[in-house]
C-alpha cells in the first residue's frame, strides 16, 4: 500500500521536511508518496490559516491518508498549536489521520547545531572563524533563532559589503538547503521537539495503514 501524504508547511521553505517524512517513512518500511502544495499560489484568502488550505485542496480533489501539518509553536506553546492543527484538520478532512510537527519557537532552532552544514551551505566550507553555535540542550530557549540563524550563516560565509548584503537575501533558500541536510544521526537527536516529530510521524503513518504503532 502506498499512502499518499500531505505536507503543509508554513512557507515554501519548509519543504526540506518532506526529506525528512520519506526517510523515515522507509527506515520503517512504508511506501508513501508526499504532495507539497504550493499554497502560495492559493487565493490570498485562502492562505491565513491551516484549514483554509486544506479546505482548497480537498475542494480541488485532495485526498490523502495522512495529513502532516508543520507549524511554529512561536509564543504560543507546542500544545496550543497542535490543538489548532487538530481542530483544522477535524473540521475539514474528519476522517484522516494527522500529526503536527511542531519545533518550540521555531525551525531555525532545527538548523543552528550542524556546524558543517551551515558553513557548506553559506559556500564557505573551510571557513575557520568561530560560530558560537548554541547546544542542543538549550537551542530550544533562543529567543529569536530566525535571527541567530541568519547571522550565524553571514558569518560563516566570511562575506562583506554588497557581497554579504546579496547573501542574506538568499536566506530562504539557505534555510531551506539546511532542512533538507539535517543529519538525523547528529546532535538533534539531543532536542525534544525533533524526537517528537519522528514519534509522531510514526505513530501518524501506523494509523494511516492501520496498524497498531509499536
Request: proline fraction near 7%; avoid cysteine.
Amino acid at each position: 500500500m502506498i499512502l499518499r501524504v500531505l505536507f503543509l508547511g508554513e512557507g515554501s521553505s519548509d519543504g526540506g521536511i518532506t526529506t525528512h517524512i520519506r526517510r523515515i517513512a522507509t527506515e520503517y518500511g512504508f511506501r508513501v508518496v508526499v504532495t507539497d502544495p504550493l499554497t502560495e499560489r492559493f487565493p490570498q484568502s485562502r492562505q491565513r490559516t491551516v484549514r483554509s488550505k486544506l479546505e482548497t485542496i480537498k475542494e480541488i480533489g485532495g485526498v490523502y491518508e495522512l495529513v502532516i501539518v508543520h507549524r511554529d509553536a512561536d509564543g504560543d506553546g507546542r500544545e496550543h498549536r497542535l490543538r489548532e492543527i487538530r481542530q483544522a484538520v477535524e473540521a475539514v478532512m474528519p476522517d484522516t489521520p494527522f500529526m503536527g510537527a511542531v519545533p518550540i519557537r521555531m525551525t531555525e532552532a532545527w538548523l543552528m547545531l550542524d556546524e558543517r552544514n551551515i558553513r557548506q551551505v553559506a559556500g564557505n566550507p573551510n571557513g575557520r572563524m568561530d560560530l558560537g553555535l548554541p547546544k542542543p540542550a538549550s537551542v530550544e530557549r533562543v529567543p529569536d533563532p530566525k535571527t541567530m540563524l541568519a547571522e550565524k550563516l553571514a558569518l560563516a560565509s566570511g562575506l562583506s559589503g554588497r557581497r554579504l548584503d546579496k547573501f542574506k537575501k538568499r536566506f530562504p533558500e539557505h534555510r531551506r538547503q539546511l532542512l533538507d541536510r539535517i543529519d538525523p544521526s547528529g546532535p538533534i537527536r539531543e532536542v525534544p521537539s525533533w524526537r517528537s516529530f519522528n514519534e509522531d510521524l510514526l505513530a501518524g503513518l501506523s494509523q494511516a495503514a492501520g496498524l497498531n504503532p509499536s
